[in-house]
C-alpha cells in the first residue's frame, strides 16, 4: 500500500472542507437522528424501510436489471406476496431462511419477503460448494431455503446432509416457464395468488432484531456467520444513503458486487432504499460492459471494491470514458495510487471510501471526501503495537497496550460500550477469540478486527493490510486455514503453509502456498495439483503460487515462519533451493518461475 507524507491531513485540508462541511450539516444531523434507532418500539429495519421509500417514490425505479425496470410498487408488492405465502408455510419471526440465489432481482425480492416476516436471511456465498456449503447452512439451522435455479446443482450436491424439508425448499427460475426440478415449489408461481398489501408484521420489527447472517472467512478454515441486526443495517443504509452519498429519487446506484456480501447488500441496496433511489444490479462484474451498462441504467452512483477499479482502469482507455452521469461511489479498498486516476479518468468527483467489517461493530465513513482515507468514525477506536509474526497485540510493562504516534501505523481496536454493541458470531468460542479486555483501563472491553491501519489526523484513517491468518483477494476475505486444509488432503502433499503475497499493482495479496511433498518433488503432477485445488476451493481461494520446501521451517513454538515466507514470496532469487511455480492466468497448469517469468508478472503483462 503506497503512502505519502501528503495523505495526511492537515489544518489547510480542513478549513478548505469548511463550506461544504456547512452546506452538509442540516442533512448529517437529520441523518445522525435517523440512523440511531434507540426507541425500542420504534419500527425499523428492511422492510419498513423499503415501505417509507414506497409511499415516498410509488413510481419510481427500484430494480434495473438487463432490460427489466421494476418500480418501488411492483418490488414491495411482490415481496408482499412472498411473505403472505412463506407466512402460510409458518415462517415466523426469527426463523433462519438460507437463501442461495446469484445477483437478480429474485435475490433482493426473496430477501425483503424474509425481511418483512421478522425472519432471518442467511446470505449463502454463491462460489461456496460441498463441505463448506454444509458447514454454512449446519451453521445457522434454517427452517428452509430459496435456491436459485443456476444454484440447484450444487445444492443437489449437499441437499442429503442439510436437514430442510421439500415443502420449505423453494425455486427461483432464471426465466419464466423453465422447468421446476423435483423437490422444489416454485416461489413466484406458487405466491402468485397471495395478498399484495404490507404485512403486518414488518412494523413489529424492531432494532435489535436480526435481519442477516453475513459469512465471513473463519479463521479456522470454515466461514463464519456474522450476526447483522436491523437497528445496525438502518444505521449502515442512513449513513451512507443520506449522510455520505445524499441519495435522492433521481439516483440509481449501480451495483456489481456480489450481495451475499454486507458491501453489496447493506451499504449499496440500503443506500438506494433510504434514497427511494433506483438499484442496478447485474449478475457478473464485467469490466469491458460496465460503462455501457452505467450509461444505460443513467447511474449517478457506483458501488466498488478496489478490484474493481482496477479492472476499469486497467481497460483500453475510450473517447467516451468520461460520458456518465456517475459523480459519486461507494465501497472499500481503493488503493491510493488508483484514487487520483480513477476519478480523473471517469469524472467522478466523490468517492466515499468505508472501512466496515460485517462481523464488528466498527465503521468509517469518508464524508468528508479527501484523498486516500478511509474516513473517520464517531465511536471509540485505537491504533496499538502488535507482533509482525503473529499479528497478536503487545502489552506493556504495566499490562496495558500502547497506541501508536498520529501518523503510524497499528492493529485497530473498537471500543465495545453501549453505542457500538458487538453483535458477535453464532458461535461462542469465536466471540471470546475477537474481544480482548483490560486494554488500556482495568474492566474497558474492545474488538479487535485483526486489520492494519494508519492514523492521517483529525480522526482520519487509511487501511493499509489484514493481519495474521486471512488475506484479501479479488475482493473476498480468503482463510489460509481453509486453503491449509484443502490441500493436505491431497495424497501427494505432507506438510501446507498458506499465506497471502503482493503482486505489484494489483490489490489485496494474491494466494500463496509452501508444500512439503509427501514422495518427491517429481511425483507431483501440477496439472492434476491444480484441477485439485479448483475442484475443493473457491475460484479466488486457489493459490496462485506454490513454494517446494524439502522442510518446513519452525519456530521455538512450531509455528512456520510465516513472516519470511511472506517476504521472499515467489522470488526465485529469494527462495534459495526451494522452486517456484505460478499458475498464470488462462492456463491449467503450474509452471517455473524464472527471473524473465518474475519481471512479466510485477512488470503488470499479465493480467490477474
Not at 511455480?581 to 492456463?587: D, E, I, M
Request: charged share 20%; hydrophobic share 40%; with cysteine.
Amino acid at each position: 500500500m503506497s503512502h505519502s507524507p501528503n495523505d495526511m491531513i492537515t489544518w489547510g485540508k480542513m478549513l478548505r472542507k469548511v463550506p461544504a462541511i456547512v452546506r452538509a450539516l442540516p442533512r448529517v444531523v437529520r441523518g445522525m437522528r435517523a440512523a440511531n434507532v434507540s426507541d425500542p418500539h420504534q419500527p425499523c429495519g428492511l422492510g419498513w424501510q423499503f415501505e417509507q421509500a414506497t409511499l415516498l417514490n410509488p413510481e419510481g425505479a427500484a430494480l434495473l436489471y438487463a432490460e427489466r425496470v421494476l418500480s418501488y410498487s411492483e418490488v414491495n408488492q411482490c415481496a408482499n406476496r412472498i411473505a403472505h405465502h412463506l407466512k402460510g408455510r409458518g415462517i415466523h419471526k426469527g426463523d433462519v431462511v438460507a437463501i442461495f440465489i446469484e445477483n437478480r432481482p429474485e435475490l433482493l425480492l426473496s430477501v425483503l419477503a424474509v425481511a418483512k416476516l421478522g425472519g432471518v436471511c442467511a446470505m449463502l456465498n454463491t462460489a461456496q460448494t460441498q463441505a463448506a456449503l454444509v458447514h454454512s447452512l449446519k451453521l445457522v439451522s434454517p427452517v428452509a431455503i430459496v435456491v436459485g435455479e443456476e444454484l440447484v446443482a450444487a445444492y443437489e450436491a449437499v441437499r442429503s446432509q442439510v436437514a430442510i424439508e421439500a415443502q420449505r425448499t423453494w425455486f427461483v427460475a432464471e426465466q419464466q416457464g423453465n422447468m421446476l426440478p423435483q423437490g422444489y415449489i416454485d416461489l413466484v408461481a406458487a405466491s402468485a395468488e397471495s395478498p399484495v398489501d404490507n404485512p403486518a408484521s414488518a412494523a413489529q420489527i424492531f432494532f435489535n432484531d436480526p435481519c442477516f447472517y453475513i459469512y465471513t472467512s473463519g479463521t479456522t478454515g470454515l466461514p463464519k456467520a456474522g450476526i447483522m441486526k436491523h437497528g445496525r443495517w438502518t444505521k449502515t443504509a442512513v449513513s451512507f444513503g443520506n449522510i455520505a452519498l445524499d441519495m435522492g429519487p433521481d439516483d440509481v446506484l449501480y451495483c456489481t458486487l456480489p450481495l451475499y456480501h454486507a458491501t453489496g447488500l447493506c451499504v449499496c441496496w440500503g443506500s438506494a432504499i433510504v434514497g427511494a433511489s433506483g438499484f442496478a444490479i447485474r449478475r457478473k462484474f464485467s469490466a469491458s460492459q460496465f460503462w455501457d451498462d452505467a450509461r444505460r441504467f443513467k447511474a449517478t452512483t457506483l458501488g466498488y471494491v478496489g478490484e474493481l477499479c482496477r479492472y476499469l482502469l486497467d481497460q483500453p482507455a475510450r473517447a467516451n470514458d468520461r460520458d456518465n452521469r456517475v459523480t459519486k461511489m461507494v465501497g472499500n479498498g481503493l488503493r491510493p495510487g488508483a484514487w487520483a486516476p480513477f476519478k480523473q479518468r471517469y469524472g467522478v468527483d466523490h468517492i466515499c471510501e468505508l472501512y466496515a467489517a460485517s462481523d464488528g461493530n466498527i465503521g468509517f465513513t469518508n464524508v468528508l471526501t479527501f484523498d486516500n482515507t478511509i474516513g473517520f468514525c464517531l465511536q471509540h477506536w485505537a491504533l496499538v503495537n502488535f507482533a509482525p509474526d503473529s499479528g497478536e497485540p503487545l502489552r506493556g510493562s504495566e499490562g496495558f497496550m500502547r497506541k501508536v504516534r498520529t501518523g503510524g501505523q497499528g492493529l485497530l481496536l473498537a471500543r465495545i460500550d453501549e453505542k457500538s454493541p458487538f453483535d458477535g458470531y453464532t458461535d461462542p468460542e469465536k466471540n471470546r477469540k475477537v474481544i480482548l479486555c483490560d486494554v488500556f483501563a482495568k474492566g474497558d472491553r474492545y474488538f479487535n478486527t485483526g486489520d492494519l491501519v494508519r492514523s492521517m489526523g483529525f480522526g482520519h484513517a487509511q487501511f493499509v493490510d489484514r493481519l495474521g491468518d486471512t488475506y484479501r483477494w479479488k475482493g473476498e476475505n480468503v482463510s489460509t486455514t481453509e486453503v491449509e486444509n484443502v490441500l493436505l488432503q491431497h495424497p501427494q502433499i505432507a506438510e501446507v503453509v498458506a499465506y497471502g503475497v503482493e503482486i505489484d499493482n494489483t490489490n489485496g495479496r494474491a494466494g500463496m502456498v509452501a508444500i512439503t511433498p509427501s514422495e518427491s518433488l517429481a511425483a507431483l503432477d501440477m496439472h492434476e495439483l491444480l484441477q485439485f485445488a479448483h475442484r475443493q476451493l473457491p475460484h479466488y481461494a486457489v493459490p496462485l503460487f506454490l513454494r517446494i520446501k524439502v522442510k518446513m521451517e519452525t519456530t521455538g513454538t512450531f509455528k512456520y515462519q510465516k513472516v519470511r515466507l511472506k517476504e521472499e514470496a515467489f522470488d526465485p532469487d529469494k527462495t534459495g533451493n526451494d522452486p517456484v511455480y505460478a499458475w498464470l492466468p488462462g492456463s491449467d497448469c503450474y509452471v517455473p518461475v524464472t527471473g524473465p517469468l518474475l519481471a512479466q508478472i510485477q512488470g503488470g503483462q499479465l493480467r490477474y
